[in-house]
């Protein structure tokens, strides 16, 4: 007697995609609760630079289920959900989990490192304070301002990942124009770098996105030869 094999069923909504979901929309509701009573959830849990007093290592994590409004977490997590339902459903949740993670520290690290470069001058220096235009505020308050949120570093890594696992699929912009997921990969990162470079004061993490990229491209990379090795 001969027994068909069926393949799992793909879920639409897999346990991580659907927990990331919930948890960010927690963080961002608790955060409008919060602040109402004038707590800010996001000077807590967000990345603070390495040289300020509010800076912790749990932020290296945190950072990332929170936003700075609806349209940013909407958008994020419309992306995580477009991209991570796929890879989720072929790795499994346990893969999946560690690949949002190791994405999620790697765009913090890219972020510490494009702090340094942009903020060595006041870290290191002699001053004593740092005009703002308005007015002119003690180093040590001016570096517990700066602070990344967001989840977009996870987002990257995984459109880097479904970039490099379907090259050939297709992805439409603006709903009807059809494009190759890796023509589109590749030009969404190659902007973000020139924004990167050339723009200082968007408010935009942008090399805090490639870092995520990177580190997710890197993991699968990991994988593939740890899969290839197996084969032997």
Not at 66 to 71: E, G, I, K, T, V
Not at 196 to 219: E, P, Q
Request: overall charge neutral; some cysteine; glycine content about 8%.
């Amino acid at each position: 007697m001969y027994q068909q094999y069926s393949p799992p069923k793909f879920n639409i909504l897999p346990p991580v995609c659907k927990n990331l979901l919930i948890i960010n929309l927690i963080a961002y509701l608790a955060t409008m609760v919060f602040e109402m009573r004038g707590i800010d959830l996001t000077d807590i849990f967000g990345l603070h630079i390495f040289a300020s007093e509010h800076h912790y290592f749990w932020q290296y994590i945190t950072y990332a289920f929170f936003h700075a409004n609806f349209s940013h977490l909407f958008f994020n997590l419309f992306a995580i959900w477009m991209f991570g339902y796929t890879l989720e459903n072929i790795w499994g949740t346990k893969r999946f989990l560690i690949f949002c993670l190791v994405s999620c520290l790697g765009a913090a690290l890219a972020q510490q490192i494009t702090y340094y470069f942009m903020y060595s001058n006041i870290i290191f220096g002699t001053y004593t304070g740092v005009d703002i235009g308005s007015q002119v505020i003690p180093v040590n308050e001016f570096l517990n301002t700066i602070n990344t949120i967001g989840a977009s570093g996870v987002v990257f890594g995984l459109l880097a990942a479904f970039g490099a696992m379907f090259p050939n699929s297709t992805i439409y912009l603006y709903f009807f124009i059809p494009l190759k997921t890796k023509w589109f990969v590749i030009g969404y990162m190659a902007l973000e770098l020139l924004n990167g470079i050339g723009t200082t004061s968007d408010g935009v993490a942008h090399f805090a996105h490639l870092g995520g990229a990177v580190a997710g491209l890197i993991l699968l990379w990991i994988w593939k030869r740890q899969r290839n090795q197996y084969r032997y």
